[in-house]
């Protein structure tokens, strides 16, 4: 069974950092393009950020270009996402979600296009 876990989430002031990571079980990511998304409470969920299979190649919203970071470990079989300079308006449930192809989709924001999902994990931005 495929099972993506989100882990890192917490409570941090404004200007700090947290990196998320997402593990995989049950299946290897190298064959996966994986994306983090995000619900804000009474919002959406929005895409975040999409790596494709290899790592080459990352995209992001424009609203985190510059601050956070998407990065994969096939090796260990993870995902990560380093957050700087956290805003209040960054405070949302973080998903992580999975696609069996080698790149993301032109609009990775788009939920259907990723098979696999996992819980979630809570950042709040807030002093």
């Known amino acids: 069974q495929l099972q993506l876990v989100e882990s890192g989430g917490g409570l941090v002031q404004p200007g700090g950092s947290l990196r998320l990571s997402c593990a995989a079980s049950g299946f290897t990511l190298d064959y996966y393009t994986i994306a983090w998304f995000r619900q804000a409470p009474g919002k959406e969920r929005e895409g975040v950020s999409c790596i494709n299979r290899g790592g080459g190649t990352t995209n992001y919203q424009d609203s985190v270009k510059g601050r956070f970071t998407i990065s994969r470990d096939n090796a260990k079989n993870t995902v990560s996402l380093q957050m700087n300079s956290l805003k209040p308006e960054d405070t949302a449930v973080y998903f992580c979600?999975?696609?069996?192809?080698?790149?993301?989709?032109?609009?990775?924001?788009?939920?259907?296009?990723?098979?696999?999902w996992g819980q979630g994990t809570q950042v709040t931005v807030s002093s």
């Open positions: 979600a999975a696609r069996r192809a080698g790149s993301c989709p032109p609009d990775y924001s788009i939920e259907s296009s990723f098979g696999s």
